[in-house]
C-alpha cells in the first residue's frame, strides 16, 4: 500500500474522518495531563522560581513553531514535484497554526523573559530569528490569499516557503551560531550535564507531545476545510458555466 | 488559598498560562466554526446541482 494513495482528496478525507475523533481525545489528554503535571506537580526552580512552569508552554510552541515550518516546506516540495493539491492544501492549512504557536512561544518567551532577563523584549539572535518567522508565517498566509488562481498560489507560496526555511532553520540554531545573546542555549539535550532536570523534563516531554498532535490535529481539521472549499468553489464555477450557457 | 504558592512570579506565569490559553483557544475555535462553515455551505451547494 503506497502513501500516495492518501494524496488522493478522497482517501484523505475517508482515512481522516476515522482517525481525527482518536487524535482529538489523544491530544487534549496529553495536553491536560502535561500541563497540569508541569503547573501543579512540579516544584519552583532554584534560581527561575516559579516562572520555571512558563517552559511547559513555551518550548513545545517553539518546537512546533519551527517544525510546522518544516512541514510546510515538505508538503510544498512535495506539491512542486508532484503536483498533490492535497500537500499544497496541507501547507496552506499548516500556516495558521504555526503562526498562533510562533506568537505564544513570543508572548510566553517575554513573560518569562521579563522577571528572568529584566526585560520583555530583546534584539537577541533567536528572539529576532523567531520574529522574522512570525513575518513569514504572515506573508505565507497573506500571499495565498492574495492570489486567486489555486495553482499559482501553491507555487508562489511554496517559493516563499523554501526562502523562510533560512530563518525556520536559524531559528532552531540560532543559539549555536551565536553566543553573544541573552536566550540560553537548548533547554533539552543528551547532554545529562546540560538537560534539564529529571523533575521538569518528564512533564515537559507529555507537553511536547500534547503540542504536537493539536498540531497534526488542527491541520488535519484544516486540512479538510481547505478540501471541502475547492469542492464548493468547482460547483460554483460550473454553476457559473450552466448559467452561462442557458443565459 | 491558592493550590500553588507562585510567589512574586504569580503574574507572569498567570499572564502566559492566560495568553496562551486565549490565543490557542481562538485558534482552535476558529478552525471548528470554518469546518462547520464549509460542511454546511457545500451540503446547500450540492443540494442546489442536484436540483439542477
Not at chain 1, 522560581?49 to 512558563?54: E, F
Not at chain 1, 534539564?196 to 500534547?210: S, W
Request: hydrophobic content about 60%.
Amino acid at each position: 500500500m503506497s502513501l500516495w494513495r492518501f494524496a488522493n482528496p478522497a482517501a484523505f478525507m475517508a482515512l481522516t474522518d476515522r482517525v481525527l475523533p482518536a487524535l482529538s481525545v489523544l491530544t487534549a489528554l496529553c495536553l491536560a495531563v502535561g500541563l497540569a503535571w508541569g503547573f501543579f506537580g512540579t516544584p519552583h526552580d532554584y534560581q527561575q522560581g516559579a516562572t520555571v512552569k512558563i517552559i511547559y508552554l513555551h518550548v513545545p510552541a517553539a518546537l512546533m513553531a519551527i517544525n510546522g515550518w518544516i512541514m510546510m516546506l515538505v508538503a510544498s516540495l512535495i506539491w512542486v514535484i508532484r503536483r498533490h493539491h492535497v500537500s499544497a492544501l496541507a501547507a496552506r492549512a499548516a500556516a495558521p497554526v504555526g503562526a498562533t504557536l510562533t506568537l505564544v512561544a513570543m508572548v510566553t518567551g517575554a513573560f518569562w523573559g521579563q522577571p528572568t532577563w529584566g526585560t520583555w523584549w530583546v534584539w537577541d539572535p533567536r528572539l529576532t530569528s523567531f520574529f522574522i518567522l512570525l513575518i513569514f508565517y504572515l506573508g505565507y498566509i497573506a500571499l495565498w490569499e492574495a492570489v486567486e488562481d489555486p495553482e499559482k498560489a501553491a507555487d508562489l507560496t511554496a517559493a516563499l516557503c523554501l526562502i523562510g526555511s533560512v530563518f525556520a532553520l536559524l531559528s532552531r540554531y540560532a543559539v549555536l551560531f551565536w553566543n553573544q545573546g541573552l536566550h540560553q542555549g537548548f533547554s533539552l539535550s543528551l547532554d545529562p550535564e546540560t538537560n534539564v532536570a529529571d523533575v521538569f523534563y518528564y512533564p515537559l516531554l507529555v507537553c511536547m507531545a500534547g503540542f504536537a498532535l493539536l498540531f497534526v490535529t488542527l491541520v488535519l481539521i484544516r486540512t479538510r476545510t481547505e478540501i471541502l472549499r475547492r469542492r464548493l468553489r468547482a460547483l460554483d464555477l460550473r454553476a457559473a458555466h450552466l448559467r452561462e450557457g442557458a443565459a | 488559598m491558592m493550590i500553588v504558592d507562585l510567589g512574586p512570579h504569580a503574574l507572569p506565569v498567570l499572564g502566559a498560562y492566560g495568553v496562551s490559553a486565549v490565543l490557542i483557544g481562538a485558534l482552535i475555535a476558529v478552525t471548528l466554526i470554518a469546518a462547520r462553515r464549509a460542511r454546511a455551505a457545500l451540503t446547500a451547494a450540492e443540494g442546489d446541482a442536484d436540483e439542477r
